[in-house]
């Protein structure tokens, strides 16, 4: 394999290292910077895969052989070089390691929302500038543009494929060197470049999260890869009593309602996982609304946040409809949310993200949540004139 340029291009032309999965985004994202006159170059990161796989055969879906392969056809085709690094031992430590401790503290993170912050757009990123890259670009269905000199990260124009949810980590300095070329498609669009320029990626399918589970099973991951079997423990109602057991808190998430082996009248769900008690709390349907919650490591886009609370659309998980709210900027990165009706589904370790419209304002990890009935909700605070 030839090195990878660490030089300036000479041709005057601005260049752009391509994360490449193999997949039809971002090899659109390539042929269309191609056609626009950059200097490309095709990069793909080989991501850690559960041992015993070989080290030729990698089960990380984001990296397996047929990915590594597709991707190298498409530069192929697009004439473009295409080169592997290996980001193992990296996504390893900052993004499995994450997922394993997160569960173990009674959260429900988000991998993706980590891999962009810590991975993509820090260490690829990185990566990208010291060979001589003006820009970073991926297959992201999101939109950059700038407004009084700020840049803005909006929503893509495919409502149903946009992607500024797990992006919301992103700052100004990344939006300046960064490039989402499908943003202004829809996947209709995407799959049609691609079948116009003749790419073999056409009609390949969705990729999947959770990228290095072998089989989709994060519960048979945790109790292989973190530190022992989880413990069971009580499954209380809100007033405390004990309606049996669970089987480790890792295994159970908010609003769930079957596979809790529970006799019960009326049908119960998980309002919450006690990880100080290695309780889990249930309740009625009616208990799951949430009308609050505080959100902590909160990113501003705009590179600070309002100086006073702010009406905004708020999503509580990547599919999620937004609710109206109330953002309250709060010390220490943190941030109240107080919605204008309950939402249901708020889970500790997933993103609460903020828009304005198509606009995305950043967001944070969810925290606290008020539930009725096992923490008492904060009143909504009221928008203060400009």
């Known amino acids: 394999m030839n090195a990878i340029p660490n030089t300036r291009p000479t041709n005057g032309r601005p260049r752009v290292v391509v994360a490449m999965s193999g997949g039809v985004d971002s090899s659109v994202a390539a042929a269309l910077l191609v056609d626009q006159g950059y200097d490309v170059i095709g990069l793909m990161m080989r991501l850690w895969s559960e041992p015993g796989s070989g080290p030729m055969t990698p089960t990380n879906r984001c990296c397996t052989l047929d990915q590594m392969n597709d991707a190298r056809r498409v530069a192929d085709i697009l004439g473009i070089p295409f080169y592997v690094i290996d980001v193992r031992d990296h996504f390893r430590r900052s993004i499995v390691q994450f997922f394993i401790d997160e569960h173990a503290a009674g959260r429900t993170p988000n991998p993706c929302v980590e891999c962009n912050r810590q991975i993509r757009f820090t260490y690829l990123l990185e990566r990208a500038m010291a060979l001589g890259a003006d820009y970073l670009a991926t297959g992201h269905y999101a939109r950059i543009d700038q407004s009084d000199g700020v840049y803005r990260l909006r929503q893509g124009l495919d409502a149903n494929k946009d992607q500024s949810y797990v992006l919301h980590v992103l700052q100004q300095s990344h939006l300046a060197r960064v490039l989402f070329p499908v943003g202004e498609l829809t996947k209709t669009e995407v799959r049609a470049v691609a079948q116009a320029r003749g790419l073999t990626v056409a009609a390949k399918q969705e990729s999947q999260d959770l990228c290095f589970l072998n089989d989709g ?15 069971p423990g009580p499954i209380l109602d809100a007033a405390g009593r004990e309606l049996g057991r669970h089987e480790g808190l890792p295994f159970y998430t908010i609003g769930q309602r ?11 769900f998980v309002l919450h996982k006690d990880a100080a008690h290695n309780a889990l709390i249930v309740g009625p349907r009616e208990a799951l609304g949430a009308p609050a919650l505080t959100a ?3 990113n501003w886009i705009a590179g600070g946040p309002p100086a006073q609370p702010i009406p905004a659309q708020v999503k509580i998980r990547y599919k999620a409809t937004p609710t109206a709210a109330i953002v309250t900027p709060l010390p220490n990165g943190e941030a109240h949310v107080a919605f204008a009706t309950p939402v249901v589904g708020a889970t500790p370790g997933q993103a609460a993200v903020f828009y304005d419209g198509d606009v995305c304002l950043g967001g ?17 605070p009221e928008v203060m004139p400009a």
Request: glycine share 18%.
């Open 364 to 380: 944070g990890t969810i925290g606290a949540v008020a539930t009725p009935g096992v923490g008492e909700a904060q009143p909504m």
């Open 217 to 231: 099973d994060y519960r048979r991951f945790l109790r292989e890869h973190g530190d022992g079997p989880p413990p």
């Open 258 to 268: 079957k596979g809790l082996g529970l006799a019960t009248p009326e049908p119960l």
């Open 296 to 298: 902590h490591h909160v």
